[in-house]
């Protein structure tokens, strides 16, 4: 009796463990991640290229854009031209967004401290087909030849 007693106290305790390592193995559904600018200011025209990773089945995604920036940046608004394909390599669908980053009084709104803040804006949702690796380009597009004050913009698939 003492020993079925060991065995199940094993049971109880490693099964859990086991369930969570496996769960552990799989790769995380959706992508994450920024790229930097230069400090000296984001070229007019220069674009910010990611390439997504390779879809194993077809995925259905919302996304987001999201953008880091500094006290200093001289706009309420940027305004990013955001390109992606989710067909295939030379098909490209294009959005204008407005990334809002003041309140109605002109004060930064988003999270942040010292002077540094982010926010996230919503792009419409995507449907990935398999075997296919997606591409997104963002520019931005207001008339400064070198637009300071952001210092990281990002795309989140989840």
């Not at 390592?21 to 991640?33: D, F, L, T």
């Not at 997504?52 to 995925?59: G, I, K, M």
């Amino acid at each position: 009796m003492r020993r079925s007693c060991k065995q199940f106290i094993q049971l109880f305790f490693l099964l859990p463990a086991a369930l969570l390592s496996a769960a552990g193995c799989h790769a995380p559904r959706g992508y994450h991640a920024f790229q930097s600018l230069p400090t000296d200011g984001w070229k007019r025209g220069d674009t910010l290229l990611f390439t997504l990773p390779r879809q194993t089945e077809p995925q259905h995604y919302h996304a987001r854009i999201e953008v880091r920036h500094t006290g200093d940046f001289p706009y309420r608004s940027l305004w990013l031209v955001v390109s992606r394909n989710t067909v295939d390599s030379l098909t490209f669908r294009t959005d204008t967004i407005e990334c809002v980053l003041t309140d109605p009084n002109g004060h930064f709104d988003g999270d942040g401290i010292n002077n540094l803040y982010q926010k996230s804006f919503p792009l419409p949702d995507l449907t990935l087909p398999a075997g296919f690796t997606p591409t997104v380009k963002i520019a931005h597009h207001l008339q400064d030849r070198y637009l300071t004050g952001i210092t990281d913009v990002g795309i989140r698939l989840y």
